[in-house]
């Protein structure tokens, strides 16, 4: 009897809030998008921030620098290609927050070959830890330094969207927005916060989205009782503005430093699948307008649906085809397309460390994006060949004559001649991936060079002061 009426109290006070702050969201106008939880706390190379921390799988372009602009553009444009509409950023540190504002600089050189490049980022606050001042003083800066500057920020009609994780309770709803409407007294920013909070006055929060949820020993709970019950409160729920979902691949923490031993098996992408179900199941009977992916990039928690060495594109295409389902839209990524997405990276990394000319070769690069906006993959392609592999226009007197490498093809070792005179050997994979770099003295004669059994086409160059030669190596 008790647990009935503490359901019937529940359940009234359910009912019981209002429309939420209905004249203050009458100009906002919120259409069906998809948007990446977006960690952006990487360091270059495997000992790199946050890689050397333990990961489950490994990005198929290799362990990439989230400051990086080239690391950027990849992420912008293939998550567009998907049908992503922007990406939200998760911040908690210092090194966050400088990631965040790169990206805004990194999305305008996309704009800036096609302006109708519609592409939008928002910030999440990752509050482990936070007071209301500090609160303020992060706002304040998203106000000046990141909202103050650029066209590219999330907003629903006129107003910003911000973005809360909040791990464990240190901050209530009403001190959000207490710090939110101090920051931004003439605007009504739209508040979200991870997990639905009972306790909250119906000013507080515009929307609540769901969290990855599940874990047991065998890996098999990938929360579905919960996400069934999140969706079904949502429709009870007429405080909020809209209605949010979620979705996610799966879970593995245990190969992470902080690890808990949790773990959600992908089951081959099924896992995935189960999650985006029950948003087209949820999405009319309750009015789900936005859908967060989550997430595109924690490598070190094993929930990532960017591309891997271990699942290639699987996940990329799975999500392409639920996106289009809940925007009933058709989705147009292919092989090819994926290809000139990691090629594009390898460019463009080419140019950001020097190894390629700017002035020469950003404009090939430029192409190449315009191309891949237009799912052109082979005009992207071409273009991006003449980045990687780049026509040596040169007299025959300049040409760097050298010996032909042998075998070739090759079954993995090869014998690379080499010239009189110092030079620099670099071979780059056929994704424009560099795998090998040395430089020689005069007096070496030929280096060996082993391909470890990854099979495909390699690019050999070998250049010294005035000269430069370019020979194709086949890997069976």
Same mark, same amino acid.
């Given at each position: 009897?008790?647990?009935?009426?503490?359901?019937?109290?529940?359940?009234?006070?359910? *009912?019981?809030?209002?429309?939420? =702050?209905?004249?203050?969201?009458?100009?906002?106008?919120?259409?069906?998008?998809? *948007?990446?939880?977006?960690?952006?706390?990487?360091?270059?190379?495997?000992?790199?921030?946050?890689?050397?921390?333990?990961?489950?799988?490994?990005?198929?372009?290799?362990?990439?620098?989230?400051?990086?602009?080239?690391?950027?553009?990849?992420?912008?444009?293939?998550?567009?290609?998907?049908?992503?509409?922007?990406?939200?950023?998760?911040?908690?540190?210092?090194?966050?927050?400088?990631?965040?504002?790169?990206?805004?600089?990194?999305?305008?050189?996309?704009?800036?070959?096609?302006?109708?490049?519609?592409?939008?980022?928002?910030?999440?606050?990752?509050?482990?830890?936070?007071?209301?001042? #500090?609160?303020?003083?992060?706002?304040?800066?998203?106000?000046?330094?990141?909202?103050?500057?650029?066209?590219?920020? !999330?907003?629903?009609?006129?107003?910003?969207?911000?973005?809360?994780?909040?791990?464990?309770?240190?901050?209530?709803?009403?001190?959000?927005?207490?710090?939110?409407?101090?920051?931004?007294?003439?605007?009504?920013?739209?508040?979200?916060?991870?997990?639905?909070?009972?306790?909250?006055?119906?000013? =507080?929060?515009?929307?609540?989205?769901?969290?990855?949820?599940?874990?047991?020993?065998?890996?098999?709970?990938?929360?579905?009782?919960?996400?069934?019950?999140?969706?079904?409160?949502?429709?009870?729920?007429?405080?909020?503005?809209?209605?949010?979902?979620?979705?996610?691949?799966? *879970?593995?923490?245990?190969? =992470?430093?902080?690890?808990?031993?949790?773990?959600?098996?992908?089951?081959?992408?099924?896992?995935?699948?189960?999650?985006?179900?029950?948003?087209?199941?949820?999405?009319?009977?309750?009015?789900?307008?936005?859908?967060?992916?989550?997430?595109?990039?924690?490598?070190?928690?094993?929930?990532? !649906?960017?591309?891997?060495?271990?699942?290639?594109?699987?996940?990329?295409?799975?999500? =392409?085809?639920?996106?289009?389902?809940?925007?009933?839209?058709?989705?147009?990524?292919?092989?090819?397309?994926?290809?000139?997405?990691?090629?594009?990276?390898?460019?463009?990394?080419?140019?950001?460390?020097?190894?390629?000319?700017?002035?020469? *070769?950003?404009?090939?690069?430029?192409?190449?994006?315009?191309?891949?906006?237009?799912?052109?993959?082979?005009?992207?392609?071409?273009?991006?060949?003449?980045?990687?592999?780049?026509?040596?226009?040169?007299?025959?007197?300049?040409?760097?004559?050298?010996?032909?490498?042998?075998?070739?093809?090759?079954?993995?070792?090869?014998?690379?001649?080499?010239?009189?005179?110092?030079?620099?050997?670099?071979?780059?994979?056929?994704?424009?991936?560099?795998?090998?770099?040395?430089?020689?003295?005069?007096?070496?004669?030929?280096?060996?060079?082993?391909? #470890?059994?990854?099979?495909?086409?390699?690019?050999?160059?070998?250049?010294?002061?005035?000269?430069?030669?370019?020979?194709? !190596?086949?890997?069976?």
């Amino acid at each position: 009897m008790r647990s009935r009426v503490q359901f019937i109290i529940l359940y009234s006070l359910l *009912f019981s809030f209002s429309t939420f =702050a209905q004249d203050a969201t009458a100009s906002r106008e919120v259409n069906n998008k998809v *948007f990446m939880h977006y960690m952006a706390w990487y360091g270059a190379g495997e000992d790199g921030n946050h890689w050397k921390d333990g990961t489950a799988q490994e990005p198929i372009i290799g362990f990439y620098n989230s400051q990086s602009w080239s690391t950027h553009l990849y992420h912008i444009l293939i998550s567009s290609a998907l049908g992503v509409d922007g990406m939200v950023v998760n911040v908690r540190t210092d090194y966050d927050e400088a990631s965040l504002k790169m990206l805004f600089p990194s999305l305008q050189r996309i704009v800036d070959v096609d302006a109708d490049f519609n592409y939008q980022i928002a910030v999440s606050y990752d509050d482990q830890d936070m007071t209301i001042e #500090s609160v303020k003083e992060e706002l304040a800066v998203l106000r000046d330094d990141i909202i103050g500057t650029t066209d590219h920020y !999330l907003h629903a009609g006129d107003d910003p969207v911000i973005f809360i994780w909040n791990y464990d309770g240190f901050l209530s709803s009403e001190d959000y927005r207490e710090a939110v409407s101090a920051t931004f007294p003439t605007k009504n920013a739209v508040l979200l916060r991870n997990e639905i909070d009972f306790n909250t006055t119906k000013e =507080a929060i515009d929307s609540y989205y769901p969290w990855v949820q599940g874990f047991d020993d065998e890996g098999t709970n990938w929360g579905e009782g919960y996400l069934d019950w999140y969706y079904r409160t949502l429709q009870i729920r007429e405080d909020i503005a809209f209605s949010t979902g979620g979705v996610w691949a799966g *879970f593995d923490d245990r190969a =992470a430093s902080w690890g808990q031993n949790r773990w959600i098996d992908r089951k081959d992408g099924e896992t995935l699948q189960q999650t985006w179900d029950l948003i087209h199941k949820y999405q009319e009977e309750s009015a789900i307008k936005w859908v967060i992916l989550e997430t595109w990039n924690d490598w070190n928690e094993g929930t990532e !649906l960017e591309p891997s060495k271990e699942h290639g594109f699987a996940y990329a295409t799975k999500s =392409a085809e639920n996106i289009a389902a809940f925007k009933d839209t058709t989705y147009v990524v292919n092989d090819s397309l994926f290809s000139a997405a990691t090629k594009l990276y390898f460019a463009a990394e080419m140019i950001e460390t020097g190894e390629r000319d700017s002035a020469t *070769f950003y404009g090939f690069l430029q192409d190449a994006i315009g191309s891949f906006i237009d799912r052109d993959a082979k005009g992207a392609l071409t273009s991006l060949d003449q980045i990687i592999n780049p026509v040596v226009a040169l007299a025959s007197s300049q040409e760097l004559v050298v010996p032909e490498i042998y075998p070739n093809p090759s079954f993995g070792l090869v014998n690379i001649p080499l010239p009189n005179e110092k030079a620099e050997v670099t071979i780059h994979d056929f994704a424009g991936k560099k795998v090998y770099t040395q430089v020689v003295d005069p007096a070496q004669k030929a280096i060996q060079w082993n391909a #470890s059994g990854a099979q495909g086409l390699y690019l050999i160059e070998i250049t010294t002061q005035t000269q430069k030669s370019v020979q194709r !190596l086949i890997v069976q």
